[in-house]
């Protein structure tokens, strides 16, 4: 939904278990269209569009994409931005490491990347630009050397530069912009805010400019331009939580090098302090309720002023009974609404500093809650989904 200045608020369908386009039409059907009449009723409402691979090449076929527009047409909806980041299964089965296969290196997501966009392009309206949030080139626990995190980073991003060539191409013949948001997440090739300037200064702008340049015979100025108008930041603010990093540096760190925001993921990750009233077995007991086999819930434990990294929250709790324990964050998406369950606290006022921020400098136009963890939370949180979809949204807007 339209919420000031051209803005658009909505949230990722990816909350809805569906691999195939008919799975996923049905919970547009059955879900977004009740959320839309009841929160713009008389107003357009836009869509957080999650395509799996499969999906999208089914969408592709016959006259798929013209029924799909005709039906958001039909019923108030348009699409802004999707999910590309999850190539495959989501929900269901397990997925943990494999959320990132397969990753930047590959033909394999330079072509479901292509789809995306081509589909993006069909739907998105006029005098709107659109964003797909991708993964963050790959995941660093599958490499040992820095030779093999070098060069895979290297064909990352020549991997990136061919859906540049893509979207330059739609801004010319169609004059919609459109732009790929990598999404940094503990453990990927990208987590922080360091390591995404770094990414773009040491390959983006360096080897990456100059393949651009080569292919499109255009100036090193223009090279770079298209880079950073079509290669974009998707923040995920529970991600960068995670990171201990707060919203202001996070925000103003990117724009002071150029580097432009496209999506506003909104997220609240679980954390967990050092209390005096609450012994740390009691909170290790309730941090375990969300232990659970499906995604990957990376863990960030705060020693003194050191954070060590955990690939899974088991290994995180462990370390809790050390003497300078201070802090720990898990990579749990909860609902935004809740700022503390039973003795845990959520990330909730990143969420709200990230989003004071956005009221003063309107830093993206792309704003999307990311709650996709509803079937797999503890049972006390897990409420109807249409209504909890709401609610956040609603919570959102008060923000704003």
Not at 192 to 221: A, K
Not at 243 to 255: G, H, M, R, T
Request: proline content about 4%; some cysteine; hydrophobic content about 35%.
């Amino acid at each position: 939904m339209i919420i000031e200045n051209d803005a658009h608020l909505t949230y990722c369908t990816n909350i809805h278990p569906g691999e195939t386009w008919e799975e996923v039409f049905d919970n547009l059907k059955n879900y977004t269209l009740k959320v839309k009449k009841n929160l713009t009723p008389e107003k357009p409402f836009g869509i957080g569009l999650r395509l799996s691979q499969k999906s999208a090449t089914t969408l592709l076929q016959d006259n798929n994409l013209l029924d799909f527009k005709t039906w958001l047409d039909k019923n108030g909806l348009y699409v802004f931005t999707m999910n590309g980041f999850p190539f495959g299964e989501f929900h269901n089965t397990v997925i943990k490491d494999q959320v990132h296969t397969p990753d930047w290196t590959t033909e394999d997501r330079v072509n479901y990347t292509h789809d995306l966009m081509k589909i993006l392009a069909y739907l998105l309206p006029d005098n709107m630009d659109g964003s797909v949030s991708t993964s963050p080139l790959s995941y660093k626990y599958w490499f040992d050397k820095q030779l093999d995190v070098d060069k895979t980073t290297k064909k990352a991003c020549l991997s990136l530069i061919k859906i540049v060539l893509q979207l330059v191409d739609i801004k010319k013949n169609t004059g919609k912009l459109l732009h790929l948001d990598l999404e940094p997440e503990p453990d990927g090739f990208l987590e922080n805010t360091q390591e995404v300037i770094d990414f773009y200064n040491d390959y983006l702008l360096t080897e990456g400019l100059l393949t651009l340049q080569n292919e499109l015979n255009c100036t090193s100025e223009a090279a770079k331009t298209h880079i950073l108008n079509h290669i974009q930041i998707c923040y995920d603010v529970c991600h960068f939580a995670l990171a201990y990093e707060k919203p202001k540096f996070v925000i103003s760190s990117l724009q002071n090098e150029g580097i432009k925001i496209g999506k506003i993921q909104i997220s609240a990750a679980i954390k967990c302090k050092k209390s005096k009233v609450v012994s740390i077995s009691t909170q290790q007991s309730c941090l375990r309720q969300f232990d659970e086999p499906t995604y990957l819930h990376q863990s960030v434990v705060k020693l003194d002023d050191s954070l060590v990294h955990f690939s899974d929250l088991k290994e995180g709790i462990n370390l809790m009974d050390a003497p300078n324990f201070e802090e720990i964050r898990t990579h749990f998406h909860v609902p935004i609404f809740i700022s503390d369950f039973q003795v845990l606290e959520s990330t909730q006022n990143d969420i709200i500093d990230a989003l004071k921020l956005w009221k003063k400098t309107k830093y993206s136009n792309h704003l999307e809650v990311e709650t996709y963890t509803w079937s797999i939370l503890p049972e006390h949180l897990q409420t109807d989904i249409t209504n909890s979809i709401i609610r956040e949204l609603e919570w959102v807007t008060k923000q704003l």
